[in-house]
Structures are given as C-alpha cells and as structure tokens.
C-alpha cells in the first residue's frame, strides 16, 4: 500500500487545498497560503464563531455576538473553521465552481476540529440542500460534499436529502442581510421521506461559508418544525464582519 500510494503522488502529485501549488503531502496547504488562513480559534461567538474581544471563562456561559444578539438563530450552537478571506475564501470558491472535490476530507479535519465541543451521540448530519437545477449544472453539492466528510470523521449518520430546495433562490452574494433573509422565504423543506430520521433527534447542519445565517437558518428552522430536538451548524468558512 505504502509503494502504491508513492506511486499514485509521482502520477498525480498532492495539490495545495488553496492555490492548487503542488506540495510534499496531500491534505495540506503551501508554505504560502498557510499563513494566509485565519483559523477561527480562541474566544468566539457560540452562536456563528465570529471572533470576540477577551477571554473566555467557564462561568461566563455562552459567548452571544451582537449579531446573533440582534437576529435571534434557530440553532442552539454554530461553529466555523476558518475565516471567509485570503486562503479560506479561495477554499470555498474552488470548491464550489472550480470542481476541487479533493477539499472535502481534508476541510472536514478542520471543521471537526472546531465543531468538537458541539458533537452529540446520535447527532443526524445534513448539509443545505442546492435546488436541482444548480445541482444539474454544478454535478455536486459542495456542502453535502463535506457533510459527508464530517459524518464519516465522526462516525455519525449522515442523510444528504433530509431537505430539499424547494425553488431556484437567486444567489445571496451582493445582497444585503434583509435581502438574503428574504431572498430565501419559503425556500426549504423537509423530504418526507426522512421526517421520521429527524424526530427527536439533534440535528447538525453544514455548509460551505456562513454570511448572514439566512440560508442556515431556513433549514434549521424546518429541521426543528419537523420535531428535531436540537439544531447546530458547522461551517468550512465564516465571513467575519470588518472590525
């Protein structure tokens, strides 16, 4: 196994998650984008990971940003592994239009690694659904993608059609945090099929970056009408409001 997979990274050498570089190993990123990531670590939001001012302390319980503050989430805990700029945001963007489906396992390392504290047993694992149209012409979901990673990291179910996109929302970048709330009214629901999965059960949402909560939240709130005892969410990315 050693000498085939020697042979496998001559062929096809081990590309840099970020910029494509070649590097010594797969799963990585070059000497040039690693200090270009900002991983999300320290003191935090509980709610979406945005980074807060201070140090946190047992007794202080849940961290809240004035965000999550001022538009309630219908999730009890969110986490992201990195921030949505420099290597992280070119990440997200080859995973999503550059066909990079060799980013998924190596991503879901990192969001494991942030999301440790908030994984239950019998946690159901699910990501956003895309409308079929989007799925047809981009042939993948990035964000059942890296669901998929993330539940078979953490030996969890994983139930990629527990939602399902319901109309072709026109797509959230550019749009205002009201616009993108709007923009997504009515756009998911359960499969019927899977109703039965979710009852009673916590729920863990993911998806490729994190902005306003608007698409998270539509999901997490047909999740918790369809009797889910709790929802998180888990990120690749969080795009961190400018200081």
């Known amino acids: 196994m050693g000498m085939l997979n020697t042979l496998v990274e001559v062929v096809y050498p081990p590309?840099?998650?970020s910029c494509g570089g070649t590097v010594e190993a797969g799963g990585g990123l070059c000497s040039t984008c690693w200090p270009d990531a900002t991983f999300l670590a320290g003191t935090r939001c509980d709610l979406c990971s945005v980074p807060l001012p201070g140090e946190v302390h047992a007794e202080d319980g849940p961290l809240i940003c004035d965000a999550c503050l001022t538009t309630p989430r219908p999730w009890s805990k969110g986490r992201s592994a990195l921030a949505y700029?420099?290597?992280?945001?070119?990440?997200?963007?080859s995973l999503k239009h550059a066909d990079r489906t060799d980013l998924p396992d190596a991503a879901a390392r990192w969001m494991a690694n942030a999301a440790r504290d908030i994984f239950v047993p019998d946690m159901l694992v699910a990501p956003v659904p895309l409308h079929w149209i989007r799925l047809f012409r981009r042939r993948y979901n990035q964000a059942a993608l890296l669901s998929?990673?993330?539940?078979?990291?953490?030996?969890?179910?994983?139930?990629p059609d527990l939602l399902k996109r319901l109309r072709a929302t026109p797509t959230q970048e550019g749009?205002?945090?009201?616009?993108?709330?709007?923009?997504m009214t009515a756009a998911i629901a359960l499969n019927d099929a899977r109703r039965a999965r979710v009852q009673g059960r916590s729920?863990?949402?993911?998806?490729?970056v994190l902005t306003s909560g608007?698409?998270?939240a539509a999901c997490a709130e047909v999740c918790r009408a369809a009797g889910a005892s709790d929802v998180?969410?888990?990120?690749?990315?969080?795009?961190?409001?400018?200081?």
């Open 175 to 183: 749009r205002g945090r009201d616009a993108r709330f709007a923009n």
């Open 214 to 216: 608007a698409t998270l």
């Open 85 to 93: 700029s420099g290597a992280g945001r070119r990440m997200v963007l």
């Open 148 to 159: 998929a990673a993330v539940a078979r990291m953490t030996s969890l179910e994983h139930c």
């Open 15 to 17: 590309h840099c998650l």
């Open 203 to 208: 729920v863990l949402l993911v998806d490729d």
């Open 232 to 243: 998180r969410v888990l990120t690749l990315a969080r795009v961190v409001p400018e200081a």
